[in-house]
């Protein structure tokens, strides 16, 4: 709730910053409650012997381990792309001295 009433209350204070940090903690209430709300449950169906839950939609204890194994490369690998790329390119944009171009 307070993401809902911080939005439009940051907006009309022209405060962009605050303003998507409310709307952030907004939505992030909204999925929560719904996750929240069905917690058991990942997709439930009419016929609950066919619902997918918590415990039949987890993947072996073996397959979660390589997983988090092969994240953690591929975030490090990621971040040390970006930042290669935004300090390989910072600095190079000129503008022209007359306006013109």
């Given at each position: 709730?307070?993401?809902?009433?911080?939005?439009p209350?940051?907006?009309?204070?022209?405060?962009?910053?605050?303003?998507?940090?409310?709307?952030g903690?907004?939505?992030?209430?909204?999925?929560?409650?719904?996750?929240?709300?069905?917690?058991?449950?990942?997709?439930?169906a009419r016929?609950?012997?066919?619902?997918l839950?918590?415990?039949n939609?987890?993947?072996?204890?073996?397959?979660?381990?390589?997983?988090?194994?092969?994240?953690?490369?591929?975030?490090?690998?990621?971040?040390?792309?970006?930042?290669?790329v935004?300090?390989s390119?910072?600095?190079?944009?000129?503008?022209?001295?007359?306006?013109?171009?």
């Amino acid at each position: 709730m307070a993401g809902l009433v911080g939005v439009p209350w940051s907006t009309a204070r022209a405060d962009e910053w605050k303003s998507f940090l409310a709307a952030g903690c907004y939505l992030t209430g909204m999925l929560l409650s719904v996750v929240f709300g069905i917690f058991p449950m990942v997709l439930p169906a009419r016929n609950s012997e066919y619902s997918l839950t918590v415990e039949n939609t987890q993947a072996a204890g073996y397959g979660l381990k390589i997983g988090l194994i092969w994240w953690t490369l591929g975030v490090i690998l990621v971040t040390g792309y970006f930042t290669y790329v935004y300090r390989s390119s910072a600095g190079k944009v000129a503008l022209p001295q007359n306006g013109n171009e």
